[in-house]
């Protein structure tokens, strides 16, 4: 190669390092805009979570504080959608506590069940948040029906714990338009997630204490006053003093059974089966029971308890738990009503004498539609047959963040049993 070669290749070495370095240049300033997108995206959630965590702390009113909090992710995620779905009792229904960018109409509806096979379901069931790209072509689950016509394409689930490992409830997020959300969105929703699930808990805590209070207020100022009115009552009934004694001392016994299982849980809600193993505990091999194990809350714990005694004393003694090969069917269901959530309950008494209208009403019957009807707005509804005793109540479950208003009930008649 002559001088003259090494000369023109060197002109086109250096014609071509201007260009290298324009690129490079280029490759490092998107890079270098890209990181600062990034660093002020997460300054932008880091600012949001610590301001919605100041007002978590001072702010009484749980529904102003998930208002809040839907609006804040809504505006940090800049998504057209956020929702805050709750789980009610029962764990079938979602309540649409509070939500950005739905209609109106929306919010304080169940817009969605957790059955299997749906949306809600599948993110119940997930330990990570759930991802969608497109809910058109989306094969794990189904979206429901207020997703598809919002005409959501993309979104995000996580789950609200609640106490006890229960879930409280899903906060998610979805866009009218794709998106694929990284785990910078999916980490700040479920940092937004925790944040509410500890406000909750504390707000349900507090609730509790403020019952707990009211609650012992109300049963040192009665306590006395009930028994002597359980005593003359059952006096009235009774034929003898052994009589007496043995009625007085198992309704009393099963009235302390019902506030033990109160008070040792801490006034908390207690599983539906827990109350029926305490009550039913002498008859559990001839008791089939069908139905979720739903927690209920002191009121209907404790009124519950005392009907549900009355019915297996009045089995005892009068139904189909008197002959030995009597049983006794319960079962029960939780329903979303125009009443609110309801417990509805079948006592069914099988293989036993036929059961008949009595000529008067005892004292249990009495008892029974006091604490159902009277004290828990319910609605109690007895057949007699030659199969035997049917009671079926239905109880309106407090639900202690959205009470439901309660229309007055028709008063239906007593129940069974002839003085028990």
Excluded at 168 to 174: A, Q, S
Excluded at 216 to 237: E, I, V, W
Excluded at 368 to 375: G, N, S, T
Aim: aromatic share 6%.
């Amino acid at each position: 190669m002559g001088a003259s070669d090494l000369d023109r290749h060197d002109t086109h070495a250096q014609d071509d390092r201007p260009a290298d370095n324009a690129v490079s240049h280029t490759d490092d300033s998107a890079e270098r805009q890209n990181l600062e997108s990034e660093l002020r995206s997460r300054a932008k959630q880091q600012e949001a979570l610590a301001q919605l965590g100041e007002r978590a702390l001072v702010e009484p009113d749980l529904e102003r504080l998930l208002n809040d909090a839907v609006s804040t992710v809504a505006l940090t995620l800049s998504v057209d959608f956020v929702s805050v779905l709750e789980l009610l009792p029962g764990g079938n229904e979602l309540l649409l506590r509070a939500g950005f960018g739905w209609n109106k109409d929306l919010i304080g509806t169940v817009p969605t069940s957790a059955d299997a096979g749906n949306y809600a379901h599948f993110a119940l069931e997930s330990a990570a948040p759930v991802v969608t790209d497109d809910f058109a072509i989306e094969t794990r689950f189904a979206a429901p029906a207020y997703i598809t016509d919002h005409s959501c394409v993309s979104g995000v689930t996580v789950i609200i714990a609640g106490r006890d490992g229960r879930a409280y409830g899903i906060l998610g997020v979805c866009t009218n338009k794709p998106r694929r959300f990284d785990v910078r969105d999916t980490s700040f929703l479920a940092a937004v997630a925790n944040l509410l699930a500890g406000a909750i808990q504390r707000r349900q805590l507090e609730q509790r204490h403020e019952l707990m209070i009211r609650d012992m207020r109300h049963r040192s100022g009665n306590l006395f006053s009930q028994l002597l009115a359980l005593f003359s009552q059952t006096a009235k009934n009774s034929k003898s003093i052994a009589d007496l004694s043995g009625k007085y001392q198992a309704r009393v016994l099963a009235m302390a059974s019902a506030d033990r299982l109160i008070t040792e849980g801490g006034w908390k809600s207690i599983p539906i089966m827990e109350l029926l193993y305490v009550v039913l505990g002498p008859y559990l091999d001839r008791v089939s029971f069908s139905g979720p194990n739903i927690d209920l809350e002191p009121d209907p714990i404790f009124n519950l308890s005392a009907a549900l005694h009355e019915l297996a004393a009045n089995a005892v003694k009068h139904g189909s738990l008197s002959r030995p090969k009597g049983q006794l069917d319960l079962s029960w269901s939780v329903s979303r009503t125009d009443r609110g959530v309801t417990l509805t309950l079948d006592w069914v008494e099988k293989n036993g004498p036929p059961a008949r209208r009595p000529r008067r009403f005892g004292f249990g019957s009495r008892l029974i539609l006091l604490v159902i009807e009277r004290q828990l707005n319910g609605e109690v509804q007895r057949t007699f047959s030659r199969q035997g005793l049917a009671v079926h109540m239905v109880v309106p479950l407090t639900h202690e963040r959205w009470p439901s208003p309660v229309p007055p009930v028709e008063r239906s008649d007593a129940l069974s049993s002839p003085s028990s």
